[in-house]
């Protein structure tokens, strides 16, 4: 089974930054489209970027504000949140792209607001 680990969410203004890690075990993560996806009450989960070895997709919604990357000596995947939003508000999980595993870590929460 595919574990994830996501960290590194908080509370931030309007305009402030956070960094989201992912860690992943029980399988080799490399071999998988990686991505963040995120969920705010009431709303279905949603993809917020995903990687491979070499491309990127964003959603419409934080194209040039976030950033996603991995590290794969780690297992690891981050993501790099800039200017962020109220919208932006949600908990945060990461898991394969386009068909995520069944399983979905705690996920990190993210809570932007002044």
């Known amino acids: 089974q595919v574990q994830f680990v996501e960290s590194g969410g908080g509370l931030v203004q309007p305009g402030g930054s956070l960094r989201l890690s992912c860690a992943a075990s029980?399988?080799?993560?490399?071999?998988?489209?990686m991505g963040w996806y995120r969920q705010a009450p009431g709303k279905q989960r949603e993809l917020v970027a995903a990687?491979?070895?070499?491309?990127?997709v964003y959603s419409d919604s934080v194209k040039g504000r976030f950033t996603i990357s991995r590290d794969n000596a780690k297992n690891t995947v981050y993501l790099q949140m800039n200017s962020l939003k109220p919208e932006d508000t949600a908990v945060y999980y990461c898991?394969?792209?386009?068909?995520?595993?069944?399983?979905w870590g705690q996920g990190t929460q993210v809570t932007v607001s002044s």
């Open positions: 029980g399988t080799i993560s490399s071999i998988f489209v």
């Open positions: 990687l491979t070895g070499s491309s990127t």
């Open positions: 898991n394969r792209f386009p068909v995520p595993f069944n399983y």
